[in-house]
């Protein structure tokens, strides 16, 4: 079992970057697939970006793509989001996940443990 822990949000203007952070507990995180979601009010949660467990898989919403960096440090039990060229409909609460098997998947239900979210807010 792992527990996630996200961290890194913020205002930003449009334009700006910001890093999201997800320090996860345990001594298994190299073998679980992680994601970040986020979910904007009154939308649903959706799926921005995932990574297997070494890194070397990565997948992208089109919405973030090119726009928006996946990555983890498994010797630091970390995943990251380096989010850039950020947009105010970029606004929502984001979320980190994890599952095992560790094959990245886009859907909500495919994950098993979840952060407690951290906002962004991106201004016009």
């Known amino acids: 079992q792992v527990q996630l822990v996200e961290s890194g949000g913020g205002l930003v203007q449009a334009g700006g970057s910001l890093r999201l952070s997800c320090a996860a507990s345990?001594?298994?995180?190299?073998?679980?697939?992680m994601a970040w979601f986020r979910q904007a009010p009154g939308k649903e949660r959706e799926f921005v970006a995932a990574?297997?467990?070494?890194?070397?898989?990565?997948y992208y919403a089109d919405s973030v793509k090119g726009r928006f960096t996946i990555s983890r440090d498994n010797a630091k039990n970390t995943v990251y989001l380096q989010m850039s060229s950020l947009k105010p409909e970029d606004t929502a609460v984001y979320y980190c996940a994890g599952r095992r098997p560790a094959v990245p998947g886009r859907a909500v239900n495919e994950y098993n443990y979840w952060g407690q979210g951290t906002q962004v807010t991106v201004s016009s």
């Open positions: 990574l297997n467990w070494s890194g070397t898989s990565t």
């Open positions: 345990g001594r298994t995180f190299s073998s679980y697939a």
